[in-house]
């Protein structure tokens, strides 16, 4: 089974930054591809970056130049580095285990114009 845990989200301005983490349990991490996916209020949930285990990466268009999906895995831990934060970034942020398919509780993301 694997457990994953999210901090640092948190209210941030318009134009800010936040860094994500991810930390999971389990030791298929280093060959689990690690997204990031949220969820705003009435919205559905939608990816926004993808990491393979070879460090590829995906960025959804609606964030793409303004963020950055990285992983350790030494750590077994997955990070998304967020700048230029606008108002519709704010949702619930999720991480998720591709191949396992587990998910995070969510961390929290508001930003305030």
């Known amino acids: 089974q694997v457990q994953l845990v999210e901090v640092g989200g948190g209210v941030v301005q318009a134009g800010g930054s936040l860094r994500l983490s991810c930390a999971a349990s389990?030791?298929?991490?280093?060959?689990?591809?690690m997204e990031w996916h949220r969820q705003a209020p009435g919205k559905q949930r939608e990816l926004v970056a993808r990491?393979?285990?070879?460090?590829?990466?995906n960025y959804a268009d609606s964030m793409k130049g303004r963020v950055a999906i990285s992983r350790d895995n030494a750590k077994n831990t997955v990070y998304l580095q967020m700048s230029s934060l606008k108002p519709e970034d704010t949702a619930i942020y999720y991480c998720?285990?591709?191949?396992?398919?587990?998910w995070g509780q969510g961390t929290q993301v508001t930003v305030s114009s």
């Open positions: 990491i393979d285990s070879g460090g590829r990466t």
């Open positions: 998720h285990s591709y191949g396992s398919d587990y």
């Open positions: 389990g030791s298929m991490f280093r060959v689990n591809i």
